[in-house]
């Protein structure tokens, strides 16, 4: 009983103690740590297949949670172009998986020694290491993401400012 007892003792001063010695993520990691939280279902759920809801069709006012103002212009005028022509414009990849086809493990974001870079690392297909630079702004609105980079490979903001 004192056994049973001492194990319930230490549950919960565990449980207690656990979460105060976290610290708190916050500034640009935030940004993209939610990010991935709202989104990560693009890279795991298979079905039902939600294409039509994912991060590239979501309105202005969402894209803004994350993006900043220019960022969030670009990629509206990017899904614009797409519906007057039918077809793609400037990109037809999903740019925080860095593929067509989603699919991550092992995901890591890691604030960068710039303050206003954060890291960002997973395993991909045939567990190809894939590694992005989110390139974030002080806004009114707090920090954006401003771009996107896959090193030296692509920038999203370059890609989304191309002629079509």
């Known amino acids: 009983m004192k056994a049973r007892l001492f194990g319930v003792f230490l549950l919960a001063t565990t449980s207690v103690v656990a979460p105060a010695q976290r610290r708190p993520i916050s500034g640009p990691v935030a940004v993209v740590a939610q990010l991935y939280r709202d989104f990560a279902w693009e890279a795991v759920v298979e079905e039902p297949n939600l294409d039509d809801h994912g991060l ?10 994350y993006f900043d103002d220019r960022l969030t212009a670009l990629w509206l005028a990017d899904r614009a172009c797409e519906v007057k022509r039918h077809e793609v414009c400037r ?8 593929s067509q086809d989603p ?25 190809r290491t894939v590694h992005l630079t989110y390139h974030l702004s002080h806004t009114p609105r707090g920090w954006r993401i401003d771009d996107i980079r896959n090193g030296s490979q692509w920038s999203l903001r370059e890609l989304l400012s191309r002629k079509p």
């Open 103 to 127: 699919m991550a493990s092992g995901l890591r974001i890691v604030q960068s020694s710039d303050s206003s870079l954060v890291d960002v690392t997973f395993r991909a297909y045939q567990d």
């Open 56 to 65: 590239l069709d979501q309105s202005r006012a969402v894209l803004q949670r």
């Open 91 to 98: 990109i037809d990849f999903l740019p925080m998986w860095n």
